[in-house]
């Protein structure tokens, strides 16, 4: 009995430093894509922050989703949901000044469920809360 809870301990200390080692891959890489968009949040200081997340669409609405455990972006953003977010290539159009206005109840299980991440992908990222976000323009 011991020497499986060791085991099962050891085990889930190296999962938990997977995570943290993909979290700060992602973190410091930031990649880019076709639906990844550059958030700009201004800090309680004033200073400003960029972020570059993906993008999110459901019932013809666009959200932001907090899908992993560092989330310092979502929670400044619910203390000041005024936002600027930049587009690259043909959505550029879209880029503009937007309030974060924060999912909660039906609305969010329904995103939830538009924009369903691969197991793979949730055990990578350990699992976390998924939170939303919808943009709307200003």
């Known amino acids: 009995m011991k020497l499986t809870i060791k085991i099962l ?30 958030i700009t949040v201004t800090e309680d200081d004033g200073s400003e922050t960029k972020r570059v997340l993906s993008l999110f669409e459901s019932q013809g ?27 690259g290539g043909e959505r550029a159009a879209q880029s503009g000044n937007y309030t974060a206005v924060a999912v ?13 991440l691969p197991l793979f992908a949730r055990v990578l990222m350990g699992f976390p809360p998924r939170e939303f976000v919808r943009l709307d323009p200003r």
């Open 104 to 116: 909660e109840g039906e609305l969010h299980d329904q995103v939830l469920e538009d924009n369903r």
């Open 61 to 87: 609405d666009m959200y932001l989703a907090a899908n992993h455990w560092p989330r310092g972006w979502f929670r400044q953003v619910q203390r000041n949901p005024e936002i600027h977010i930049e587009f």
């Open 9 to 38: 301990g050891i085990l889930f200390v190296i999962y938990v430093a997977l995570v943290v080692a993909f979290e700060t891959w992602l973190g410091y890489s930031q990649p880019r894509g076709d639906d990844n968009l550059v």
